[in-house]
């Protein structure tokens, strides 16, 4: 092991060059490999903390052109799409709407910006788990209620 370290290095000293380009295309190899594993990692593990995560699901719009290609894709759909899908759809158990907006409050003359408000319908309770929630299914019944986060 002694004689094949020290012809390693030997051999390193007098390729420094070609030494340089070995070790450093190596250190690089190994580092695209803990960021594509991290990232997947993460990619994986979005959203697991929901109860039933892996039946959860999100519908997306897609357009395509004449030609069969993909030009416009969006993460949301019209909010009638709900209704028709859980009546065609047998194995639908729950489906919830959300809609994000900004919206302005006004209090005692005071105008307040609110961002990232999210509007859904009451079945949001059943298919998501949110820690902190109290397990009662009334919960965005009535009309104008609210669920405010920390």
């Not at 000293?13 to 250190?27: A, D, P, Y």
């Not at 959203?47 to 395509?64: C, K």
């Not at 069969?68 to 969006?74: C, S, T, V």
Request: hydrophobic share 45%; net charge neutral.
């Amino acid at each position: 092991m002694k004689r094949f370290l020290t012809g390693m290095f030997r051999n390193m000293k007098r390729n420094l060059l070609f030494s340089v380009i070995n070790l450093s295309g190596l250190v690089l190899g190994f580092v695209c490999i803990i960021i594509i594993a991290l990232w997947i990692k993460n990619e994986l593990g979005y959203d697991n903390f929901h109860a039933n995560s892996h039946d959860i699901y999100r519908v997306h719009r897609y357009f395509y052109d004449p030609n069969g290609a993909e030009n416009l894709h969006l993460p949301e759909v019209a909010p009638i799409i709900a209704p028709l899908m859980e009546k065609e759809l047998s194995e639908i158990t729950h489906i919830g709407r959300t809609f994000f907006t900004n919206i302005v409050f006004t209090s005692n003359n005071q105008k307040i910006h609110e961002t990232n408000l999210c509007f859904a319908d009451p079945e949001i309770i059943k298919i998501f788990t949110f820690e902190g929630l109290p397990a009662d299914t009334s919960l965005l019944t009535r009309p104008l209620t609210v669920i405010i986060s920390v």
